[in-house]
């Protein structure tokens, strides 16, 4: 069963910076594209930061710039470093496999975490 616990969010001012970190268990991590993910209150859920098992990198254009995505996979670990943070930024973020831009179907999600940035 593959677990995934993400980490790190909080309440941050407009320009600070926040680490999110996720670990994910199973060999479903190392040989797959990861992401993070987020959902604001009465939107639909959006990839904002992907990493390739070669490390890769893609973003989504709103966080371009801004947000850095790494993987330690020693760690089944995937981490988000998010700077200068807007308050658009607010939601819960979560992390997943990334299968052409999406996550899997019928995915399981972990509670993901709160990311509340204040004007």
């Known amino acids: 069963q593959v677990q995934l616990v993400e980490s790190g969010g909080g309440l941050v001012q407009a320009g600070g910076s926040l680490r999110l970190s996720c670990v994910a268990s199973g060999s479903i991590f190392r040989n797959n594209a990861m992401g993070w993910y987020r959902q604001a209150p009465g939107k639909q859920r959006e990839l904002v930061a992907s990493?390739?098992?070669?490390?890769?990198?893609n973003y989504a254009d709103s966080v371009k710039g801004r947000f850095t995505i790494a993987r330690d996979n020693a760690k089944n670990t995937v981490y988000l470093q998010m700077n200068s943070l807007k308050p658009e930024d607010t939601a819960v973020y979560y992390c997943?496999?990334?299968?052409?831009?999406?996550?899997?179907?019928?995915?399981?999600w972990g509670q993901g975490t709160q990311v509340t940035v204040s004007s």
């Open positions: 997943n496999v990334v299968l052409g831009g999406k996550p899997p179907a019928f995915a399981s």
């Open positions: 990493i390739t098992s070669g490390a890769r990198t």
